[in-house]
């Protein structure tokens, strides 16, 4: 009788990962760099990072996985699989947290892919392809700019000279801090052969919760550009000149804020705009002001929906600004862009999860993550878990041990599927 590896076969039906050790060790890894108010201060680098390192490094040898780290610090501990000409899959996601940060955050889905590589030993399993769980370097971005630096070395998006002189504020260096915490590799810091990458986090935002709702299968990660306009006028005296004698840049201002949201509500539900500053110069109740500067941050997940909402954005604010007499300048400032996960992958969570019977739903993730970097390299996945309000970059995020249980056992199953294929 064949052994049925390539099914959710051979056995495997039943497996379940162990909620209560996986919410120990979340606890466990969240009093290393205790936060002031329930949550965690561990950001990248740092002694508490070193000691968030040493703690997942120690707990993954004693489940039978070897440990490689590469020049920008990424930790792969490996659990070797039958075929070791086969591409591993990996699970990963990072440890270091904000300044104000929460528990879960990263954290779980670096931890809930031990809780599966330990649930395989308890259980005797030996898949044909290697597990590696991944520890990206830097992911948060407070200490180190940019953000999701290690897996973006390893993608290509920055070099590693890049990320090594990038400094904290008081002039530390990445590659420095790195040497000193023991955690500079020698490992390529570049793209291997996977066949599969999975990152499980909490969702950080409130949809799961909103609608009862267990498990989201994260088909994408929405594209962003953030921009900062600069409309120019001419300030004058607020009684003495007439209005229609104004180049007043506040006029200009409207239209564009309101055709920017126009736009944002014709590209449907997941387009999104935000206006969050505006600074009026020189700042005075009673004089018209010269100058206006504020930002957009516009973001959909679709990529030609997001170029075409950016060039309508550009052309709504020429058009406003001929009108009324003022002098636009539009810089764009970053841009994020849209991630398509691999289709394969998604149907392999979305099979997990309706197998485990969780309630579930597809959808796209509104921050970014390290999977954004290694969906360039490899085929990549992600699954969401509910967190309470919606919370997340807050000392009081929180999720519980149910759903983190549930999002750990969708990730057993992706990977026991995808490891023996
Ligand atoms: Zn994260």
């Avoid at 993608?155 to 590693?160: L, M, N, P, S």
């Avoid at 990458?197 to 953030?226: D, K, N, R, S």
């Avoid at 239209?255 to 206006?275: D, K, M, Y």
Wanted: overall charge negative.
């Amino acid at each position: 009788m064949s052994k049925g590896m390539g099914s959710r076969g051979g056995g495997f039906e039943g497996a379940r990962i162990d909620r209560a050790r996986l919410w120990e060790s979340l606890e466990t890894m969240a009093r290393i760099g205790p936060g002031v108010a329930g949550g965690c201060n561990r950001q990248a680098l740092t002694d508490e990072d070193r000691a968030g390192r040493d703690l997942f490094v120690g707990w993954a040898r004693e489940c039978g996985c070897d440990i490689q780290i590469d020049e920008v610090g990424n930790i792969f501990a490996r659990r070797p699989g039958s075929d070791p000409d086969a591409a591993p899959v990996l699970a990963g996601s990072h440890l270091d947290t904000q300044g104000s940060g929460g528990r879960f955050d990263g954290v779980y889905g670096v931890l809930a892919g031990l809780e599966v590589v330990r649930t395989l030993r308890d259980l005797g399993i030996t898949t044909r392809r290697a597990i590696e769980i991944a520890v990206w370097t830097n992911e948060e971005g407070c200490r180190f700019a940019p953000a999701m630096l290690g897996s973006g070395v390893v993608a290509g998006v920055y070099t590693r000279d890049f990320a090594y002189a990038s400094t904290d504020k008081s002039g530390r260096r990445f590659g420095d801090e790195l040497a000193r915490i023991g955690y500079r590799g020698t490992l390529p810091a570049a793209p291997r052969p996977y066949a599969g990458m999975f990152e499980v986090h909490i969702e950080q935002g409130p949809i799961l919760e909103h609608e009862g709702i267990t498990i989201g299968v994260v088909t994408g990660i929405q594209g962003a550009y953030w921009f900062d306009v600069t409309l120019t006028g001419q300030s004058c005296h607020a009684g003495p000149t007439p209005m229609q004698m104004r180049r007043d840049p506040w006029r200009a201002a409207i239209e564009i804020i309101g055709g920017v949201f126009a736009l944002v509500a014709q590209n449907g539900p997941l387009a999104r705009c935000t206006f969050g500053d505006m600074k009026a110069e020189p700042g005075a109740r009673n004089t018209v002001p010269g100058l206006l500067r504020f930002p957009i941050d516009l973001r959909h997940p679709d990529p030609q929906v997001l170029a075409a909402m950016v060039a309508s954005m550009h052309a709504l604010i020429a058009r406003a600004c001929q009108q009324h007499g003022i002098t636009p300048t539009v810089e764009q400032v970053w841009h994020m862009p849209a991630t398509r996960f691999d289709a394969a992958l998604v149907d392999i969570v979305d099979a997990a999860a309706a197998h485990l019977g969780y309630s579930r739903r597809h959808m796209v993730s509104g921050a970014g993550h390290d999977s954004l970097h290694t969906a360039q390299f490899a085929p990549t996945a992600m699954i969401f878990v509910p967190c309470a309000g919606g919370l997340s970059h807050n000392e009081a995020e929180d999720a519980t041990p149910e759903d983190l249980a549930a999002g750990a056992n969708v990730l057993l199953h992706a990977l026991l599927q995808s490891a023996n294929t």
